[in-house]
């Protein structure tokens, strides 16, 4: 399979370009984040200099809040993924193992439900949220999210314990073990790779929601991505530097995060799209 | 161990009772809502199909309807074509592949927010680097704050940018599976490059390509961060789609009839779209369930 000297060049050339499409917007962000302020729109810009943490401190001093918003994205996001992957495996687990009508109706439901448009549910959910007084709360947010993952992450766990040998069950069933035992000691350690693959699509959703974060949320549960949009907007023009310093603080853990669980993000998409 | 007991629709209630509290019954009584006169400090009040019927005559919603036809095929074609690209340059020889798939997939770990702050700081007027580049070899700004199309083809990048990661993921996971032996056969036969590519790999990964248009075809509609974040649909509501037009008619001219009107209207569009993959999906698993 090796090709000529110029093939792979020119393969090499594409990729350099591919990779640089992809993360300048990314690096820019990060870098000029660092960067003194009447240098951040120099033209042509530069990649040298010496490194400030100025709009830091200004986002610090300006927007105080921020740093509670983070943490309201933390808590609704580890919310999220847990009420996710726990409900997941619990539905992934009798849909692996048994077949009914009412199992083919309720799998049948979750393809369906995937289907709809988000963002027409906040209707009839508004005047429902304020009346069950949950409005701008984490646990409307973490239900929101999880709800709208709980069927991609049942399904990845689905496919993921389907592949656990029914023998192993059985055996520990014939030595005593119930149910539970059968599930904490047996599918769950064996699923390990289903729980991460089905984690990482409700992590980044739940990290970087917006839609749902502006509807219902005002204060006490705002998410960081939701700020941002606000720093970008304020009328008084934009601070950019500032701007870019509460970009990278949302966006490096989340970027790292993801390069780092590149392969369940894989084995997620195969065992929740394509198989289906 | 092979009929389900109590403790097992117990475990699969939790799932099912979070889709019907937050899914299902709103989708449910959106219909509902879309038939009522339903605003602020006013007890809703039945008005039949005014709502649609508004709708229909309402200039902004054709516009916001058009946009979203145009932008959603742009996106998803231009997804396919890139992430499509992508896949095959990834999945043949590339140096450093696992850097480069990582790098690939980076911007799908980047929030809509902070997609539009990247790309308005590069098309600041004057002194953003892509329009100062523009000025520079002499030619016109991007001004997507002036023109309309303008701001939606922008909006159509940062969409690609965004999601092309997911497209090319799916491909090249399809890719990887089509046996190094057909390849070679189809080689030892005389083909070239664009033939086994014709006919071997496209052949092979068109259920992949299918199942990626479809997804990307379903949530590219929701697209409303990239074009409220840059123009807010303006200028005079020339930018809207359709999700932007619910937003507005819903949250700023606290009109929830009419929005609920627009929001059914895109499920029946998302699922008539979705027919023929739910109905293979349903044959499949009433098969297997026997």
């Known amino acids: 399979m090796r090709s000529s000297l110029a093939a792979q060049a020119v393969r090499a050339l594409l990729a350099a370009l591919a990779v640089v499409w992809s993360m300048f917007p990314i690096l820019l962000v990060v870098l000029s984040s660092f960067k003194e302020g009447h240098r951040i729109f120099e033209t042509p810009p530069s990649f040298v200099f010496s490194p400030t943490l100025e709009h830091y401190v200004r986002l610090w001093e300006k927007w105080p809040d921020f740093f509670s918003n983070m943490a309201n994205s933390l808590i609704v996001t580890i919310g999220a993924t847990l009420l996710t992957v726990a409900t997941a495996t619990l539905g992934g687990y009798v849909h692996a193992r048994y077949r009914s009508r009412l199992l083919t109706g309720t799998a049948f439901m979750m393809i369906v439900v995937r ?25 409307l947010l973490v239900v929101i999210y999880a709800t709208f993952f709980v069927s991609l992450a049942t399904w990845i766990m689905k496919a993921f314990i389907e592949r656990i040998p029914r023998e192993l069950e059985e055996a520990a069933f014939v030595d005593g073990a119930g149910l539970r035992q059968i599930l904490l000691r047996v599918i769950l350690p064996l699923s390990a790779n289903g729980v991460f693959a089905a984690s990482v699509f409700v992590l980044v959703y739940s990290w970087n929601e917006y839609f749902f974060a502006l509807i219902f949320t005002t204060r006490s549960a705002k998410t960081a991505p939701l700020v941002i949009s606000e720093i970008l907007s304020t009328v008084e023009g934009v601070d950019w530097g500032l ?10 853990p989340i970027v790292v995060f993801v390069v780092a669980a590149q392969r369940y993000v894989v084995a997620g998409l195969a065992a929740g799209s394509v198989k289906g | 161990m092979h009929r389900l007991r109590p403790a097992h629709y117990l ?44 709708i229909l005559g309402d ?95 922008v909006a159509a990048a940062m969409a690609i940018w965004m999601h092309t990661p997911f497209t090319f993921l799916i491909l090249y996971a399809a890719l990887l599976t089509v046996p190094v032996e057909l390849v ?3 080689k030892v036969d005389g083909a070239g490059a664009w033939q086994v590519f014709r006919h071997v790999k496209f052949r092979l990964i068109v259920p992949a390509i299918l199942i990626a248009l479809l997804f990307r ?33 819903a949250f700023k001219y ?7 009107a627009t929001g059914f209207a895109m499920l029946v569009l998302s699922l008539a779209i979705a027919m023929p993959y739910l109905v293979q999906m349903y044959r499949r698993m009433v098969r297997d369930a026997v």
């Not at chain 1, 701007?243 to 490096?252: G, S």
């Open chain 1, 115 to 139: 289907m709809l448009p988000p963002i027409v549910v906040t209707l009839p959910l508004f005047p429902a949220v304020n009346w069950l007084r949950i409005h701008d709360t984490h646990l």
């Open chain 1, 243 to 252: 701007l870019f310093a509460a970009a990278t603080l949302q966006l490096l």
């Open chain 2, 11 to 54: 475990m699969i209630a939790p799932a099912q009772l979070m889709l019907a509290a937050v899914i299902v019954l709103p989708a449910i009584s959106l219909l509902w809502l879309s038939l009522e006169r339903y605003t602020y400090g006013r007890a809703p009040e039945f008005v039949g199909l005014a709502n649609y019927l508004f």
């Open chain 2, 59 to 153: 200039r902004a919603f054709w516009r916001a309807s058009f946009n979203t036809f145009v932008v959603v095929n742009i996106v998803v074609y231009g997804e396919l074509l890139l992430g499509l690209g992508l896949a095959l340059l990834v999945a043949g020889w590339v140096p450093f592949r696992r850097l480069v798939v990582s790098a690939l997939l980076a911007p799908y770990a980047i929030t809509e927010v902070s997609a539009v702050v990247m790309w308005r700081y590069m098309l600041e007027p004057d002194i953003g680097m892509i329009n100062y580049a523009l000025m520079a070899i002499g030619l016109d700004q991007i001004d997507y704050g002036g023109d309309p199309v303008t701001a939606l083809g």
């Open chain 2, 184 to 186: 070679e056969a189809a």
């Open chain 2, 217 to 249: 075809y379903i949530t590219a509609m929701r697209l409303f961060a990239e074009i409220w974040l840059l123009t807010e649909g303006g200028p005079a509501r020339m930018t809207e789609v359709l999700a932007v037009y619910l937003y507005r008619q």
């Open chain 2, 254 to 260: 606290h009109e929830f009839g009419v929005a609920a």
